[in-house]
């Protein structure tokens, strides 16, 4: 017997600050996972029991200001790990992982990079083969895996509103282009283009400049990619604009896939 399962990413840029925000979203719509990024708390600030209340279990990793990821899930998360296990200092926040309800997540945000000149953009770029490594460690492509967040990379053309104009930004360039086909390489199926193939579809939109909703000014750098046999079992994936649109809205918006499994 097949069941469906609902799993979200979202950027939620303060998870104090789009708390309201965040609950009634899962109110309104459910899913069984929902994977932030930007969390931008300590763990001891995090707002365990708003979640708990809710019917949810949440696991997080944090730190003050910036980054910070975590998995909120109906079920109990099992082999919970945090960080990419490289190095023994201490690593920004930027990631977690658990099975969940049999799928193993990878829960991600990954570094901006600035300028392409920068010691930042060398930092991301340095951050994305380590977790490269971390993957081929820990998991292979023949598993139920699957990779989500704000990857901070628009892969194609039809993933930014102006192609030519940015070709060269740190989100959107040869080189990152380069390391996501490296990654669907190794194994990953990008789910959303999997059910939307066409362009004018994006994830984030700048709060600096007016109307970028309104307009569709935006970029898909948030993602969900599963390896093969997920993959077929996916059956949709979408963008929720309504958190976007409403008040107080976090930049970036929420995306969903939908899997039988």
Known sequence: MTRKITIATYNVNSIRSRLPVVMNWL???SPDILCMQETKVEDKNFPVDDFTQTGYIPIFHGQKAYSGVAIV???????????????DEPDQARLISANIAGINIINAYVPQGR???????EYKTEWLFRFKEYLNRNFTPKQKLLWCGDLNIAPEDIDVYDPKG????????????????????????DIFRKHKPEGGHFTYFDFRAKGTVERNVGWRVDHILATKSLAKKSIDSYIDMKPRKGEKPSDHTPLVAEFEI
């Open 27 to 29: 109110d309104k719509n």
């Open 73 to 87: 899930s109906k079920e109990k998360p099992k082999k919970i790990k945090i960080g990419l296990g490289d190095i």
């Open 115 to 121: 300028d392409m000149e920068s010691e930042y953009f």
């Open 166 to 189: 940015l070709k060269g930004h740190v989100d959107f360039n040869d080189i990152m282009t380069q390391i996501f086909h490296d990654f669907i390489d190794w194994g990953f199926v």
